[in-house]
């Protein structure tokens, strides 16, 4: 891949999907395709291949996906099954019937079993069951991972794997139904400030653990196995460091100066006890992150403030 390779970022408004793109166009990348979800719907088959005959990316970034917190993969499973299937399906099958040079998958770290030994090491996918609250999202991800391997195996693609820890950063959902824990927090915290309220509730119990990357640290990982991995088995992307969700909630009470109680909500599911990765591999390849987390969670919180000043948040999702 270099700067004038034709390179189509599935999923670039999104919050890795942008990363990416912010990433290549820094580094010179300057032959990109984007389409926005209304242009072109991923989950149509043949409008997929259609947009893959006509464009003929070389190389492609698959970062479009059904994503959401514990609450959202919880309540739309048929549609986290169904999307992520359809998606992944469509791309990576266009991707063979036009002779994509390279393509980048990614999935996600709750494609472990939910009691797996830690941290998780990538030859512990399929050796238990799945946590329940996530187990469609995860079910359509270790099907996207094996599609990557099974083209490779009878057609010889290049096709590859990555699984990134949870993720935040720039260009987050802040929908406090459908997010995640941290982008949550942060807005519970500062509307919380803001309106002087007394207690922030937090859900579930606190003592889940986490692990937490930068986006922009993913996004360089990602680039970083585009250039210099063909291997046929996924790789783990992570800094290899959790935090209990009540350590979490701490940090970005401090991060946003709130001086309030914390109040924990335990109707609300707390989800797998702890899923860290084993980050090994990565490091043999040569990689590691660079973003600590308090100073990540700095630098959203002023992207967030910013975010509200210029009405640019994504409050509440469709
Ligand atoms: O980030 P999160 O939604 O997803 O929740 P998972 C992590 C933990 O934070 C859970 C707790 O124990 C939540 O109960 N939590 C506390 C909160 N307060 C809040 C809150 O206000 N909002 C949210 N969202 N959580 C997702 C999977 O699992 O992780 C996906 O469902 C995906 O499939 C993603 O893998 C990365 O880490 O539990």
Known sequence: ???????????????????????????????????????????????????????????????????????????????????????????????????????????????????????????????????????????????????????????????????????????????LQKSHVLPALMRKFHEAKVNSQPQVEIWGTGSPLREFLHVDDLAEACLFLMLNYNGKDFVNMGTGEDISIKDLALLVKDVVGYNGEIKFDPSKPDGTPRKLLSVEKMKTLGWTYRIKLKDGIINTYALFLEGIKKNQLRLSEQ
């Open 1 to 175: 891949m270099n700067e004038k390779s034709k390179i189509y970022v599935a999923g670039h408004n999104g919050m890795v999907g942008s990363a990416i793109v912010r990433l290549l166009q820094q580094k010179g990348f300057s032959n990109l395709i984007l389409r926005t979800s209304k242009e072109l719907d991923l989950r149509n088959q043949s409008a997929v291949d259609t947009f893959f005959s006509k464009e003929k990316p070389e190389f492609v970034f698959l970062a479009a996906a059904k994503v959401g917190g514990i609450q959202a993969n919880n309540t739309y499973k048929a549609d986290f099954l169904y999307d992520n299937l359809a998606i992944e399906t469509n791309v990576i099958h266009a991707a063979y019937n036009h002779r994509v040079k390279k393509l980048l998958f990614l999935g996600s770290s709750c494609i472990y079993p939910k009691l797996a030994p830690q941290p998780l090491k990538e030859e512990y996918l399929l050796s238990g069951f799945l946590e329940p609250t996530n187990e469609p999202y995860a079910i359509a991800k270790i099907a996207g991972i094996k599609m990557c391997e099974a083209f490779r195996d009878q057609y010889n693609c290049n096709f590859i794997s990555a699984m990134p820890t949870n993720l935040y950063g720039p260009n987050d959902n802040y929908d």
